[in-house]
């Protein structure tokens, strides 16, 4: 009886402490998607999943294929060697925060040259419903939402009632019509769900 009100209460409290800092994690999340002060700071110090034309970057290793999450520095030397000026951190979504807050991004860079990028990164610029395979479902969800988030951006510089463009704001959460302030956001959910179906149905 006493062993079974230990684990009770053990499992209890380690249950309350999750949830806490899962309540810790999203706040954090959150406060980054409304204030772009915050985000920028966060980028400074953030890790990205880098793409290329909206196809993620994979890196094979010993243990099988990875999404590297490339951290905020490395991108800039990579930029600044490749002779990049107009492309910036800024440039990227955020996508989600790790445990320890350490806020993760997507960054398209679609507009360097590919074989050079890959030579840099030590890597390969893979079709996202193969890459899903290769990676055995590890970073799938932070991929999908990735990918979909940046294809929502690429779509959406225009305003649909003014034809002026659209500013995105620094977490990417939101983009505002220059002319008129209204405001967009992104379906990433119904953008998921209709990949998801694509995809299954590409492999049935």
Known sequence: ???KAFCTRTSALLHQRFCSDY???MRYLFNLKEDDDACRQALTSGTFYLFHNLAPLLQ???EGNTAPQINASEVNTIL???GQQEMKLEDS???D????EVAQFA???GLLEKSALESNLQGKFVDLRKALLLLNGKNAPLLMKAQALLRWHASNQYCSQTGQ?????????????????KIYYPQVKQLKMQFTGRLLKRLA
Not at 97 to 100: A, D, K
Not at 171 to 178: D, E, M, N, Q, T
Request: glycine share 6%; charged share 30%; with cysteine.
């Open 1 to 3: 009886m006493v062993l």
């Open 23 to 25: 309540v810790k994690q």
């Open 60 to 62: 094979k290793s010993k």
């Open 80 to 82: 600044e060697k490749m």
């Open 93 to 95: 979504v955020l996508i």
């Open 97 to 100: 925060c790790s445990e320890r």
């Open 107 to 109: 960054l398209d860079l």
């Open 165 to 181: 463009p659209t500013q995105k704001s620094v977490s990417g959460s939101k983009r505002i019509c220059s002319a008129n302030g």
